[in-house]
């Protein structure tokens, strides 16, 4: 193991790096704010991106405390294979799952957005109308 | 520690009591202390992400009632708290750096200021609970549909006034019957948990601080030999990561 002089920081780069934090705050809190979804689709972009840019800022912010506040900046390679290694996994583990649920046919009888896949015949008279759950409106929806 | 005696590494009189017979020198030994810790919060990534990914499983699913859940969270408290949290790791980054240079003063100014403003964050996330309490968003038996109707007398109204006021007019997430949506209790479940946990870790990581000051009030740490603050250091950034992301996982829903 080759091991690593350490390395004394300046506080004027924790205070820079304490900024940056900060302005990344308001910053997550205002974009949560804006409905990026309105714009993003009227120019067929998808839908989601509030989602996205949330967690980006989030990824940048967790960035900053890892590099500058937990030196990982100034640690060794072995160091950086152990630092990654459990957020590796958690992409893993992340992915294969959603891309399970993504494209799953969602019991019972709605897509992954809760729009139902098919059309329920109406109940016979005398019996419980059937139920999709997360479908509002619809007679005897659990909602 | 009776290393010194057993140590063929360095010479007696080196001024590193703590250095352990295994290690070639400070360095390795620091080096060898911040990879353990490195490898535990590994296995707390997965620890959390475990919570994360069956979050992220019902939030695609009934993404409408974790809006709902979500919009009943106060957003500004979620949101002073992440500035309370980093602000907590800032003094901790400084109170390492001071145990860089072995001034066991400053380490103990920078981590009493840390202990304080985890304690500021427990006291906000205890008296959001408290409110959630009051407006029947506990999952269960005592989960109100009907969200209160919000008069002056109303806890929030009385603790928080000024805050209504600064963010407008109060509107009750429901649907269009005035209803909350039964499954909203899914997302609090999610919340009460995630926030619990790390609430927990933060209690263990005051513990650890609280150990540090009494070893730095002992004059133990130096610029030779202060692991100990280095990991807390460590596991205390760690935590303020885990809530920099549920701060947006979990507050800030308005538009999923």
């Known amino acids: ?143 | 520690m009776s290393a010194t005696a057993t140590n063929i590494h360095s010479p007696p009189n080196s001024g590193d009591a703590h250095l352990q017979h295994q290690f070639k020198n400070a360095d390795q030994q620091r080096e060898s202390a911040t990879l353990g810790m490195w490898l535990f919060l590994g296995t707390e990534v997965l620890f959390f992400g475990g919570l994360f990914v069956s979050y992220a499983i019902y939030r695609v699913r009934w993404p409408d009632d974790f809006r709902e859940g979500s919009l009943d969270l106060k957003w500004y408290l979620g949101g002073l708290n992440t500035a309370i949290l980093l602000l907590s790791s800032f003094f901790m980054a400084l109170g390492v750096r001071a145990s860089q240079q072995g001034d066991n003063r400053r380490v103990i100014r920078h981590l009493l200021a840390t202990i304080a403003l985890a304690v500021a964050f427990l006291g906000v996330k205890g008296m959001e609970y408290y409110l959630e309490y009051d407006e029947g968003l506990v999952p269960g038996e005592s989960f109100r549909l009907q969200p209160p109707p919000r008069s002056s007398e109303s806890a929030l109204t009385r603790g928080m006034g000024s805050f209504e006021r600064w963010t407008g007019k109060y509107v009750p997430n429901a649907d269009e019957h005035g209803q909350r949506t039964r499954r909203e209790q899914l997302f609090m479940c999610f919340y009460f948990i995630m926030t619990a946990i790390h609430a927990t870790h933060m209690l263990i990581g005051i513990g650890l601080m609280t150990w540090l000051m009494m070893l730095a009030r002992r004059r133990a740490f130096s610029a030779a030999w202060h692991n100990p603050v280095e990991v807390v250091g460590l596991y205390w950034h760690f935590v303020d990561t885990v809530w920099v992301f549920l701060f947006p996982v979990l507050y800030l829903l308005r538009n999923p």
């Open chain 1, 1 to 143: 193991m080759a091991e690593v002089k350490e390395h004394i920081a300046a506080p004027r780069m924790y205070i820079g790096v304490l900024i940056a934090l900060m302005i990344l705050l308001v910053a997550t809190i205002i974009t949560a704010f804006i409905d990026l979804d309105a714009w993003t689709t009227a120019h067929h972009l998808g839908a989601g991106w509030n989602t996205v840019v949330a967690l980006l800022i989030a990824m940048l912010k967790a960035a900053l405390i890892a590099l500058f506040f937990m030196h990982l900046k100034y640690a060794s390679r072995l160091t950086w294979v152990f630092a990654s290694a459990g957020v590796v996994w958690l992409g893993i583990m992340l992915t294969l799952t959603m891309s399970d649920y993504f494209t799953r046919n969602h019991p019972p009888g709605v897509n992954a957005k809760g729009e139902p896949n098919y059309i329920v015949e109406p109940a016979p008279p005398g019996h419980p109308s059937p139920r999709i759950d997360n479908y509002p409106g619809q007679p005897g929806s659990y909602h």
